[in-house]
Every structure is written in C-alpha cells, then in structure tokens.
C-alpha cells in the first residue's frame, strides 16, 4: 500500500531517531513505502534539512549502490550550553554536598531524560572520530556509558573492582587512587573488549584522575587506544594533583566551603572544546 508524504517522513524520522549510525538503502525505503526512490530521495532532503536546522544531527547520504543514509546524533551549542547551566544551578544546592568535596549525583543520574542530554553531549564531541567501545568502571559511570554506547552505536564494557565468575577469565591492572593514594586493583573480562579498538572512556565524577589513569592502563593491557576522555562532573582538587590531564567535563565543581557547607558548580571545559565557547 503507497504511503502519503506526510506519513514517509514521520516514518522515516522515527527509524533514523532510533537507529543512529545504521546505513540504510534507499532501497529499504522504497520498498517499505512502495515509493520511487527519487520521492524516497526528496524526502530525505527534508529531512536532512531539519536535522540540520534544529541540531539534532547529521543525516549522512551516501551514494552508490551500496550507499543510503546514515543518521549521526549531535546537540547544538543552544541547546548544549542551557542544559550544562540548568545542571550547574541544580548541583549548586548546598544539599549535594557530600563529604570530601564530592557531590551527590545518583538521582540526576537516574533521570532518563538528563541522561539523553549526556549521551548526546558526548557523541557530539567525538563524532568524527572512530569509536569501537565506551568503557566505564563500575557502577555510577554505567547509565552514562549505556546513553553514550546509544547514540554512538557502540556497546560498553564496564572495569570492576572484584571479579565476578560470570565474567569468565579477566585482566586485572594496580592503579593509585588519586584522592586516597592507595594502590587499587580493577578488572575487566578477557572477552569483554577486542585488541586494537579504539575505547572511549567516560565517568560520572573525577576528582584525582586515579581511576581513570586505572582505565587507560586497562586500554594499554587490551593492546587498544585511547580516544577520549570525558566525565559528567569534576571535583576541586590542589594544583598539580590530578593525575591526568587531558580529560573534558561537563561540569566543575569550583568552590566547596565544608565549613559553611557551600557548594559551586559551573561549567566545564565542554563547551570550550567543542564549541569554542568561553565559560568563565
């Protein structure tokens, strides 16, 4: 049955939307909507258009017999910069702060629609770049990595800090933790990551860099490379302290008063390094 215009383009943005990265033939849609391939073409000019327009990706055209059209998630600087603020103001309530700087994050964590915002952020910093796994370390990174794998289309693999006999034969690696300077031991499954991918690592919150600097030594054992390194928030720290260097964020928590029990979050370097935008 031939399906009206209207339709098609609803359709079809909904089958983009939920399948980010899957090339797909015109072919497919021609037969889906038993449409000519030049409506199915027009179409997608429509809707590469508002994509485009409204910052909700890149719809990439591929041509050729083996061509179609691939949807590639991204965020636009508006949208990008008034989530990262409204996230500031939330954790600037003097009710997150926990003991030793840290901030209290689970239940924004557990918000399907901040972590949408997150996962989006972060595929829109890498999104020229090869991706071949997310790694995070168990357990508050993995709804952040779980959003990422989403909309980069690439599966996660979660470092642990005990084995577990599900996990079959692992490779463990000694880190010092960067806040408490004690070494520490984290695993991951022989299966879980392929030698020579290319692994993106995120988290939930750094304060020293230790576990991090944990994870790329994992990335290192894996014969694989590190892409990146991306956090939701990071803590104050003394000057010189952090053990890596090369990292972005979301947020920065800049100002802990544990005496009068203040807390203040701005910005990270997020928007400075994939927009370019000043923060301060």
Known sequence: MKVRRSDRLIDMTSYFLNNPHKLVSLTYFAKRYESAKSSISEDLA??????????IGILE????????????????EEEAERFIWEMAAELSQENRLLPGGYVYLSDLLGKPEVLRHVGRLIARQYMGRQVDAIMTV??????IAQSVAYYTNAPF?????????????????????????????????KRSLRRGSHVLVVDDFMKGGG???????MIEEFDSELVG???????????????????TSLLK?????????????????????VFGKRTE
């Open 46 to 55: 429509i809707i590469k258009r508002t994509f485009n327009v409204r910052g």
């Open 211 to 217: 576990t991090i600097n944990g994870m790329k030594s």
């Open 138 to 143: 168990a357990t508050k990174g993995v709804p």
């Open 253 to 273: 928590v800049d100002n802990v008063n544990t005496l009068n029990k203040t807390i203040h979050v701005s910005a990270g370097n997020y928007l400075a390094k």
């Open 229 to 247: 390194v991306t956090v939701f928030a990071e803590g104050v720290v003394d000057e010189g302290s952090r053990l890596i260097e090369d990292y």
């Open 157 to 189: 693999v979660i470092v642990r800090r005990d084995s577990k006999i599900t996990e079959g034969s692992t490779v463990s690696v000694n880190y010092v933790s960067g806040s408490s300077q004690r070494i520490e031991k984290m695993e991951l499954s």
């Open 61 to 76: 055209t591929i041509p050729g017999a083996a061509g179609g059209a691939r949807f590639i998630p991204s965020i636009g």
